[in-house]
């Protein structure tokens, strides 16, 4: 090949080198971009655009409000209402009458526990119970008097004493436990207040029972002192003793039935 022929051949090459770059830089320049890529984020927010050969990153901040609520703390106050049950007790005097073969409802020949028991719910507990004892005791006392049977029980409210037993009395027969005597007696004073129907108590005088009782009533004086007593149908007994058998004595024990012995 001659120089010259080379010569062609080199410019023929740069010529094809020149217009594929001018071809290339053409095709760069009039591209139109085809992608756009966004990218969102919920803080921050950011958008990346693309054009051509050049990026733009912009970062747009996001405000966010974060509201606390505190909690609500509800106290509740229980209040315990203390109920008090206060026990009226009728009154003795206006239930309990004194009578010759009975106190109140409580007749002579009843069941002593049904009776204990009610006399209980009308003056509260008994200052004493001896319970089912023996007429006499280990040591050869009477409890209350020669007592028939093999069982008393003598119960005390104050100054008022009530008596029963198993042994027959006037109002039931032998082996029954039963109510068959009380003795109502003037101590330091009569809380009880009770009183026969004629109204007759202790401090009651012999004017009084004369005024009351009339003619029935008895009016004596013995070795056991000045005592008083009113006629009533067998085999009831209505008795008691006195200070004296002036008019002016004073009514110092009321009893009904007939006691141990007597």
Do not use: K
């Amino acid at each position: 090949m001659t120089p010259t022929q080379r010569r062609i051949i080199a410019v023929l090459a740069g010529a094809v080198v020149t217009v594929f770059a001018a071809a290339a830089l053409l095709s760069v320049l009039n591209r139109t971009p085809d992608t756009t890529t966004t990218t969102l984020s919920v803080l921050p927010t950011t958008t990346t655009s693309t054009t051509a050969a050049s990026s733009t990153t912009s970062t747009t901040p996001t405000s966010s409000t974060t509201t606390t609520t505190e909690p609500t703390t509800t106290t509740s106050s229980t209040t315990t209402t203390s109920s008090t049950t206060t026990t009226t007790l009728p009154d003795p005097a206006d239930t309990l009458t004194l009578g010759p073969e009975n106190i109140g409802p409580f007749t002579f020949g009843s069941d002593a526990e049904t009776v204990i028991a009610d006399l209980v719910a009308i003056l509260g507990l008994p200052d004493r119970d001896t319970g089912w004892v023996p007429p006499v005791d280990d040591e050869g006392n009477q409890v209350y008097g020669p007592c028939p049977g093999t069982e008393i029980r003598l119960v005390e409210w104050d100054n008022l004493t009530t008596l029963y037993g198993n042994g027959a009395s006037a109002w039931a027969p032998d082996g029954l436990y039963h109510f068959f005597f009380y003795s109502y007696v003037l101590l330091d004073t009569d809380h009880l207040g009770l009183h026969t129907d004629a109204d007759i108590g202790l401090g009651s005088t012999v004017a009084d029972l004369e005024a009351a009782y009339g003619e029935a009533v008895a009016i004596s004086d013995d070795e056991f002192g000045p005592f008083w007593s009113v006629a009533v149908p067998s085999p009831g007994a209505l008795w008691g003793f006195l200070t004296s058998t002036d008019p002016t004595g004073t009514v110092v024990s009321i009893q009904g039935g007939v006691g141990c012995g007597e």
